[in-house]
């Protein structure tokens, strides 16, 4: 399977993606947040990074994800095993205003298809796709056909996005931004997407378990919204 994937449908371009997740110690989110801050405005600085988003659990107001999109592993990892990270990170440590989630994990991204928009709302979604011959291919195309039909057609598309666990298990991050709460509704309602998924049953019946996770964005080093 391929590790490229199509923006706007025209450029071509490899993206690796690191998730991390982290939870504000009590009375720290403030000073967390301006933690992210400092890193980000490095992270600025690095030509192989494409953007890096934090965004801010709605159920879990401690919790906080970060997503890096890097240009390849290679350069992920010559960054964070580099001199400049390791001078932020002696003058910085987040251990003081956070706890580790999740331990860290990397994903290909295998869609990201972007609208007009900014992102008011937001979702992560931890779906399963089950085993069978052919599941994985038609989970992937299938998400990429409804993810352009939101540009086309959907109510407040801001961006969607589908990556591929690098650990296998059929496991996928899924990112959704919407400019306002119930858009994604509305855009799922929409006549051409309720057509596709009426005409593909086995699309929709292929995933075992999804987990969605409202979030809100707080902020990027890059000007686009994922």
């Known amino acids: 399977m391929s590790s490229r994937i199509a923006v706007y449908g025209e450029l071509w371009v490899p993206i690796y993606l690191t998730r991390e997740e982290l939870y504000a110690l009590p009375g720290k989110a403030a000073?967390?947040?301006?933690?992210?801050?400092?890193?980000?405005?490095?992270l600025?600085?690095?030509?192989?990074?494409l953007r890096a988003t934090l965004l801010s659990s709605l159920g879990l107001p401690a919790k906080y994800t970060l997503l890096e999109q890097w240009e390849?592993?290679?350069a992920c990892k010559a960054f964070a095993r580099g001199e400049v990270f390791a001078e932020f990170a002696h003058g910085h440590s987040w251990s003081q205003v956070a706890s580790p989630g999740r331990p860290p994990e990397a994903y290909e991204v295998?869609?990201?298809v972007l609208g007009s928009g900014e992102?008011?709302?937001?979702?992560?979604?931890?779906?399963v796709v089950g085993p069978g011959e052919g599941n994985v291919?038609?989970?992937e195309a299938s998400r990429g056909e409804v993810y352009r039909l939101r540009r086309e057609h959907g109510v407040g598309f801001a961006a969607s996005l589908l990556s591929r666990f690098l650990g296998g298990g059929g496991r996928y991050l899924i990112f959704g931004g919407f400019v306002a709460t119930g858009?994604?509704?509305r855009t799922a309602e929409v006549s051409e997407i309720q057509r596709f998924w009426h005409e593909h049953p086995r699309e929709a019946?292929?995933?075992?378990?999804?987990?969605?996770?409202?979030q809100a964005m707080l902020m990027s080093a890059r000007s686009e919204p994922i």
Do not use: N
């Open 119 to 127: 992102p008011g709302a937001a979702y992560l979604i931890d779906e």
């Open 110 to 112: 295998v869609h990201r």
């Open 137 to 139: 291919d038609v989970f």
């Open 44 to 49: 600025r600085r690095q030509d192989a990074l």
């Open 205 to 214: 019946k292929i995933v075992t378990s999804a987990i969605r996770h409202p």
């Open 183 to 185: 858009d994604d509704r």
């Open 72 to 74: 390849s592993r290679d």
């Open 31 to 42: 000073k967390f947040e301006s933690w992210v801050e400092a890193y980000f405005a490095l």
